[in-house]
């Protein structure tokens, strides 16, 4: 059965508002994206595939993502820079209150004084959950394509 017209929308919107927090540096606005349970992890392919746990980065519910988030505008030293998230290819894998979906994804980054430049690409494999009226993250797997990133990874992908 292929999710309905409302459903699509609502799906595109969540990943619209994913990219949006980032992209605009209002991190604290993040964990409200997920449900209390939920897992995120940024992972490598090579380690997805093989179905090993290494993450490059790893929070299991609402604390340790406003961890992350705290840390990640207010704590952690690093140069200015921007990103911008291009999200493509939603794929909605199922229907009812908890359904998995696959998207793809590019992170441009722009470090102040340097070029734009690719920071990761890969794939979401993320399962969303409805809470109330409101679709949320209950799992975040951030798959990125290559073994190497060029240069650190400062934010959520």
């Known amino acids: 059965m292929s999710p309905s017209v409302e459903l699509r929308q ?3 919107d969540l990943y619209a508002d994913y990219a949006a927090v980032i992209d605009d540096g209002e991190l604290e606005r993040w964990p409200a ?6 897992l995120y992890r940024i992972v490598s392919k090579e380690n997805h ?5 290494l993450s490059l980065m790893r929070c299991e519910g609402q604390g340790m993502l406003k ?12 140069a200015p820079r921007s990103w911008r998230h291009s999200i493509t290819q939603i794929r909605i894998k199922g229907t009812g209150d908890e359904f998995p979906v696959r998207a793809n994804f590019v992170v441009f980054e722009t470090v102040t004084g340097n070029p734009t430049q690719i920071l990761c ?10 809470v109330g009226a409101e ?4 799992e975040k797997i951030c798959v990125y394509d290559t073994t190497i990133i060029p240069g650190s990874v400062v934010f959520p992908l």
Do not use: Q
């Open 67 to 78: 961890d992350r988030a705290f840390a990640s505008k207010e704590l952690n030293v690093y």
């Open 121 to 130: 690409a890969g794939c979401y494999l993320d399962t969303l959950v409805r």
């Open 33 to 38: 994206l997920f449900a209390d349970p939920c």
């Open 10 to 12: 609502a799906v595109e």
């Open 135 to 138: 679709l949320k993250f209950r």
């Open 49 to 53: 595939d093989r179905n090993l746990p």
